[in-house]
Nanobody, 123 residues
Framework: QVQLAESGGGTVQVGGSLRLSCAAS????????AGWFRQAPGMEREFVAA????????YYADSVKGRFTISRDTAKNTVYLQMNSLKPEDTGVYYC????????????????WGQGTQVTVSS
């Protein structure tokens, strides 16, 4: 069973940057899709970005395209989310997810979740 541990959240001003990390333990993430979802207060959890483990397929929500970059380090069994040009609407709890899946919906329904890390963008 895989366990996920996110880190890197915090409070940043509008236009700032943060880098989130998700370290996996318990099994290698080979052949799994890894991704990030977020949940703002009072809102449903939404897809942010995903990457297949070979790294040749990247997926982004329209709201973060051009600002966020997902990547992975296979040697460290870790996935990252580099977030630039942050906006107040990026505020929320960011969750790492890994799944044997190829769609965001399948990841949401079948994936393994981390505990989440808070990102707050202040204006």
């Amino acid at each position: 069973q895989v366990q996920l541990a996110e880190s890197g959240g915090g409070t940043v001003q509008v236009g700032g940057s943060l880098r989130l990390s998700c370290a996996a333990s318990g099994r290698l993430l080979s052949d799994l899709t890894a991704g990030w979802f977020r949940q703002a207060p009072g809102m449903e959890r939404e897809f942010v970005a995903a990457i297949n483990w070979s790294g040749d397929r990247l997926y982004y929500a329209d709201s973060v395209k051009g600002r966020f970059t997902i990547s992975r380090d296979t040697a460290k069994n870790t996935v990252y989310l580099q977030m630039n040009s942050l906006k107040p609407e990026d505020t929320g709890v960011y969750y790492c997810n890994v799944a044997d899946a190829t769609t965001a919906q399948a990841m949401f329904e079948r994936g393994t979740w981390g505990q989440g890390t808070q990102v707050t963008v202040s204006s």
